[in-house]
T-cell receptor, first 120, second 113 residues
Framework: AQKITQTQPGMFVQEKEAVTLDCTYD???????LFWYKQPSSGEMIFLIY??????QNATEGRYSLNFQKARKSANLVISASQLGDSAMYFC?????????????????FGQGTTLQVKP | ETGVTQTPRHLVMGMTNKKSLKCEQH?????MYWYKQSAKKPLELMFV???????ENNSVPSRFSPECPNSSHLFLHLHTLQPEDSALYLC????????????FGQGTRLTVV
């Protein structure tokens, strides 16, 4: 069965420094996608970055990068130059299967989340 | 703003009440989802709709009843809820197929008293 594990319930980082949020996953599927979402106190889940299982390069989106280590089944999120507005809950999620029409409903399996607080 | 709108944002209801949560998107997405987020728990998938057809019910109690009248709207009808149903209910949508991300609404924070 699919599983996402985020072992850090809470993290602190100094403003302008980089921080790594850990995520490990478990799946028997060869084709899958990994996502990171940010959830501020307002509740909305904001998509940050995506990594496909067949992507050879680590994904990057602005200050966000994903450290994808397939053999270790880890997909850590790196936030560079932290800002006060980065304080939020961060969720790692996985979706199995990339093939349309394969019966894949596109559902996401989420980890428990990590609360990040950026200190001024 | 993700383009997915949920109403109401907050709802307090008694255990004998009947209420409905609404989710709306005009992004051209054809898959819509309901997730439940309880305190200190990961998001739990409740229902999946693809092209207005329900394709997954994740063992959700019958006191939660989803409805998808068209590809832009998704409802969650609530009746005779329990206090443990208090949670943040999140709606999401995406284009089915491939590796597209899901767009989430801001959620409805439900309190059952």
């Amino acid at each position: 069965a699919q599983k996402i594990t985020q072992t850090q319930p809470g993290m602190f980082v100094q403003e302008k420094e980089a921080v790594t949020l850990d995520c490990t996953y478990d799946t028997s599927d060869q084709s899958y996608g990994l996502f990171w979402y940010k959830q501020p106190s307002s509740g909305e889940m904001i998509f940050l970055i995506y990594q496909g299982s067949y992507d050879e390069q680590n994904a990057t989106e602005g200050r966000y990068s994903l450290n994808f280590q397939k053999a270790r089944k880890s997909a850590n999120l790196v936030i560079s130059a932290s800002q006060l507005g980065d304080s939020a809950m961060y969720f790692c999620a996985m979706r199995e299967g990339h093939v349309q029409g394969s019966g894949n409903t596109g559902k996401l399996i989420f980890g428990q989340g990590t609360t990040l607080q950026v200190k001024p | 703003e993700t383009g997915v709108t949920q109403t109401p944002r907050h709802l307090v209801m008694g255990m004998t009440n009947k209420k409905s949560l609404k989710c709306e998107q005009h992004l051209g997405h054809n898959a819509m989802y309901w997730y439940k987020q309880s305190a200190k728990k990961p998001l739990e998938l409740m229902f999946v709709y693809n092209f207005k057809e329900q394709t997954e019910n994740n063992s959700v109690p019958s006191r939660f009843s989803p409805e998808c009248p068209n590809s832009s709207h998704l409802f969650l009808h609530l009746h005779t809820l329990q206090p443990e149903d208090s949670a943040l209910y999140l709606c999401a949508s995406r284009i089915q197929g491939g590796n597209t991300e899901a767009f989430f609404g801001q959620g409805t924070r439900l309190t059952v008293v």
